[in-house]
T-cell receptor
């Protein structure tokens, strides 16, 4: 079945360490997204990518970095520059064109900074 | 920039009753899409219903329907015959029209409680 796989589901990090969250999709979607979810804050866009080797900052990109070397993969690195990284992170993807405008989400990754 | 407002942090309804969740948005665009997503305790985001702004007819998916008031910039979700499985966070979301890759703008969510 087609879908989006995020890993790990739970991740713990010490302060000052970088950590990378994985996002893989087999939907043949061009666009991919990373959202951060905090209690009472809804979802906020971190980064998105329309095609391979291209990505744009979202609303809260500071302290994060991404890469898009393959169509299927869009990993997110939470760097030590992110002041409050504890959150739930959601990856999503979308097909091309006006009709395919619905985002499909992965199951998420919970990051906790110790 | 577009904003989405959900004014009800929490709603409670008796099983089998009907509940309406509110959503308003602010935009200067005429071409856009609106969505309701459900996030159960598993935290998997599930699309409930979507509405194209150029369509006057309100979208319906089984027990879920919307009341889309374009002039008022209002997009409420009505859940009929509420079931225990409807308990979840519900998020209203907006995205610009066209085939671009712009992401969704989300509201802060409404926590729906279903009382047996």
């Amino acid at each position: 079945d087609g879908g989006i796989t995020q890993s790990p589901k739970y991740l713990f990090r010490k302060e000052g360490q970088n950590v990378t969250l994985s996002c893989e999709q087999n939907l043949n979607h061009d666009a991919m997204y990373w959202y951060r979810q905090d209690p009472g804050q809804g979802l906020r866009l971190i980064y998105y990518s329309q095609i391979v080797n291209d990505f744009q900052k979202g609303d809260i990109a500071e302290g994060y970095s991404v890469s898009r070397e393959k169509k299927e993969s869009f990993p997110l690195t939470v760097t030590s520059a992110q002041k409050n990284p504890t959150a739930f992170y959601l990856c999503a993807s979308k097909g091309r064109g006006r009709v395919a405008n619905v985002l499909t989400f992965g199951a998420g990754s919970r990051l906790t900074v110790l | 920039a577009q904003t989405v407002t959900q004014s009800q942090p929490e709603m409670s309804v008796q099983e089998a009753e009907t509940v309406t969740l509110s959503c308003t948005y602010d935009t200067s665009e005429s071409d856009y899409y609106l969505f309701w997503y459900k996030q159960p305790p598993s935290r998997q985001m599930i699309l409930v219903i979507r509405q194209e702004a150029y369509k006057q007819q309100n979208a319906t998916e089984n027990r879920f329907s919307v009341n889309f008031q374009k002039a008022a910039k209002s997009f409420s979700l009505k859940i009929s015959d509420s079931q225990l499985g409807d308990a979840a966070m519900y998020f209203c979301a907006y995205r610009s029209g066209g085939g671009g890759a712009d992401g969704l703008t989300f509201g802060k969510g409404t926590h729906l409680i279903i009382q047996p």
